[in-house]
């Protein structure tokens, strides 16, 4: 069954704490990816994990880091988040390293407050 | 760099009636980027519903067309007659490859476009 899993699927932190955003996929891809909308924009890309430990920025990584020691699981870190960082944030993952076709979860609404 | 617009957020079309979602695009990277129509329907994660690679072709899936105009750069999406189930979130995209070689195969995300289809 191919699935992106997100949790949670939303979540009510302060300014100042610790967000982690997990995400699963059972397709054994390569490639994992962290994005974020909001309203009355596009998906902006956080980053890109082309496999275990092999991390890249996508366009907007400033204020978040990644975590991916199993090629199934990927993680997205807010170290004292930030209030303009609520937002949807979407995890995908695609099969190879440059594949168009991404999967993606049904989203983490964030409200940091 | 580039971009992808979708001028409208919202539409709403009666059931049987015809649809058209515009976007347009702008490559800096590359003259003839790949262009993708993804959907999420309610409930469900984006999906990818049809793509383009050659400019002038027409990508087509479940009743949906798009033609890759690359003289107005153009991706509007259409269909001749929308049905309930067809309400969801579309978004329109590029990405930094032409064809099926080079670049990164990063995408680009319109806003998208939110289809309500009314009975």
């Known amino acids: 069954d191919m699935k992106v899993t997100q949790m949670p699927r939303y979540l009510i932190k302060r300014m100042g704490e610790n967000v982690l955003l997990e995400c699963g996929q059972d397709?054994?891809?390569?490639?994992m990816y962290w994005y974020r909308q909001d309203p009355g924009l596009g998906l902006q890309l956080i980053y890109i994990?082309?496999?275990?430990?092999?991390?890249s920025e996508g366009d907007i990584p400033k204020g978040y880091r990644v975590s991916r020691k199993k090629r199934e699981h990927f993680s997205l870190i807010l170290d004292s988040a930030k209030t303009n960082q609520t937002s949807v944030y979407f995890c995908?993952?695609?099969?190879?390293?440059?594949?168009?076709?991404?999967?993606f979860g049904h989203g983490t609404k964030l409200s940091v407050l | 760099g580039d971009s992808v617009t979708q001028t409208e957020g919202q539409v709403t079309v009666s059931e049987s009636k015809s649809l058209i979602i515009n976007c347009t695009y702008s490559?800096?990277?590359?003259?003839?980027?790949?262009l993708f129509w993804y959907v999420r329907y309610p409930g469900e994660g984006l999906q990818l519903l049809l793509k383009?690679?050659?400019?002038?072709q027409k990508g087509s899936s479940r009743g949906f067309e798009a033609t890759y105009n690359k003289e107005t750069t153009s991706f509007h999406l259409q269909k001749a007659s929308v049905q309930e189930s067809d309400s969801a979130v579309y978004y329109c995209?590029?990405?930094?490859?032409?064809?099926?070689?080079?670049?990164?195969?990063?995408?680009?995300f319109g806003e998208g476009t939110k289809l309500t289809v009314s009975s």
């Open positions: 995908a993952s695609s099969f190879g390293t440059a594949n168009e076709r991404l999967f």
């Open positions: 397709m054994s891809h390569e490639t």
């Open positions: 994990s082309y496999d275990v430990d092999s991390n």
């Open positions: 490559a800096t990277s590359i003259a003839y980027p790949n």
């Open positions: 383009v690679i050659t400019a002038g």
């Open positions: 995209a590029l990405s930094d490859r032409g064809g099926d070689q080079g670049g990164s195969a990063k995408l680009i």
